[in-house]
């Protein structure tokens, strides 16, 4: 079987900044970015349980330099009529939005020169291994574990910087005739991988608890509830030094290592959240040139956004060297409509 693919993204980023001080002048940053990607997979059985699935995909960047390539594969073994392995490795190219400190950064820097900003919206690669059980337990329940490690670079202002994961996945999922119920926990460690000598790092920890439930509300209408809490591990927040280094040396790294110990990762690995998201849909069948499609408008209501992306922000020196978010816990509704065919 071969499957193959094209996309076509656009995104735009802008940010402002309005100080309160008189004959101060306002600051604006904006980028845009525009990709195009192509993608091409084969899947070939090796065997009457065994079957690979390997595959290439070049992604261009407006403003970047030659296609970026990301290869793929997976290995996938029935280990018996209700029981699947897999294992899968491969890399992947997206466009991330600029952390806090390359957004300050880029507005301090609009108001010495309009004319010189920073990327708002960096090329970031992500490199990972899968390994993966998903098994089914009687006629209705579902049972997903999974073990992972991945590699992170463009996350931050440093191109070269590198930030590297690995964790846990557990998923249950019972499925009825009109409704659907799961439950998921996910424990995952970043680290800093700049540095490989153990001089310096910076290690913390996170677990996720998501649960959620969705059904049919009648013929065409339906329901989804999402619950999710997240909770930083601070005990896991790691200073290294190298014990062979000399005496002096070795105090200064220490005391260099209590004194940074901000998350590897940006938007507030730290801070605990819960999220709940609540979602209303119509789906219609639809029939075009011969083939049978659904067409699904949704409304969604999201909250805890402030957790990543707040609309507005404040920042008074006499208080904190750090930005606030101006609405905590902000409700949006989002409105949209989804055609699969």
């Known amino acids: 079987m071969v499957r193959a693919g094209l996309s076509v993204e656009t995104l735009d980023a802008a940010y402002s900044a309005d100080p309160l001080g008189a004959g101060a002048r306002a600051a604006d940053a904006a980028s845009a970015s525009t990709s195009v990607g192509g993608y091409v997979d084969v899947s070939r059985a090796l065997g009457s349980e065994v ?3 390997a595959g290439l995909r070049a992604d261009r960047f407006s403003g970047d330099g030659m296609p970026r390539l990301s290869p793929r594969a997976a290995v996938t073994w029935h280990v018996g009529p209700q029981a699947l392995l897999a294992v899968a490795t491969g890399r992947y190219h997206q466009t991330a939005r600029a952390n806090d400190v390359t957004v300050e950064e880029s507005l301090t820097e609009a108001v010495a020169d309009p004319n010189r900003v920073r990327s708002l919206l960096p090329v970031a690669t992500a490199d990972h291994v899968v390994v993966s059980l998903d098994q089914t337990l009687g006629s209705s329940v579902r049972l997903g574990l999974a073990g992972f490690w991945k590699g992170y670079s463009g996350l931050r202002a440093d191109p070269e910087e590198r930030i590297l994961s690995s964790g846990v996945d557990l998923r249950v999922q019972r499925r009825g005739e009109r409704s659907t119920a799961w439950l998921g926990y996910g424990l995952s460690w970043y680290w800093s991988g700049t540095d490989l000598s153990g001089s310096s790092s910076d290690f913390t920890g996170r677990q996720l608890l998501t649960s959620g439930l969705s059904g049919k509300l009648g013929s065409r209408f339906g329901g989804e509830l999402q619950v999710a809490y997240g909770a930083g591990l601070p005990y896991t927040a790691v200073p290294f030094g190298s014990a062979d280094a000399p005496e002096g040396k070795r105090d200064l790294t220490v005391a260099g290592g209590v004194l940074d110990q901000a998350p590897p990762l ?19 069948r639809t029939s075009w040139l011969g083939r049978d499609g659904s067409l699904r408008p949704y409304v969604r209501v ?8 707040a609309l507005f922000y404040a920042f008074q020196h006499w208080r904190s060297d750090e930005l606030t978010p101006l609405a905590r816990r902000p409700l949006v509704p989002v409105l949209g409509v989804s055609w699969t065919f």
């Open 51 to 53: 079957t690979l699935r």
């Open 266 to 284: 940006p938007g507030g690995l730290e801070e605990d959240f819960l999220r709940v998201d609540l979602g209303f849909h119509a789906e219609f």
């Open 302 to 309: 999201l909250n805890a956004l402030d957790r990543r992306d």
